[in-house]
């Protein structure tokens, strides 16, 4: 059984950093790709980042491309997304998601994730 849980959010300045993980307490974890979405006030959720089982692919949302790196280390059961330069629209609540397809590498479909963590909040001030 997979149990994410979403550490690291707070509030930063416009241009600062900010480092995200996602704790599987399970055992399993490189079983599972790794999504990083987020949901903004009044808006969907939406892709930011994924990464492959044994972390050999990522793909990320034009939106984040070249400021956010998505990360995993299997041995410490965590994934992270070290976040560069933000912007106030980078504000949301961000979510960690695994999905269990042993077919495709990575996915940007929300609907391909099964468990998904409680989210954290990201506030980037102007």
């Known amino acids: 059984q997979v149990q994410l849980v979403e550490s690291g959010g707070g509030l930063v300045q416009a241009g600062g950093s900010m480092r995200l993980s996602c704790l599987d307490s399970?055992?399993?974890?490189?079983?599972?790709?790794i999504g990083w979405f987020r949901q903004a006030p009044g808006k969907e959720r939406e892709f930011v980042a994924t990464i492959s089982r044994g972390g050999g692919y990522t793909r990320y949302a034009d939106s984040v491309q070249g400021r956010f790196t998505i990360s995993r280390d299997n041995a410490k059961s965590t994934a992270d997304l070290q976040m560069n330069n933000l912007k106030p629209e980078d504000t949301a609540v961000y979510y960690c998601a695994a999905r269990t397809s042993k077919v495709v590498a990575v996915s940007h479909l929300e609907d391909k994730y099964e468990y998904w963590g409680q989210g954290t909040q990201v506030t980037v001030s102007s």
């Open positions: 399970g055992r399993t974890f490189s079983d599972y790709g």
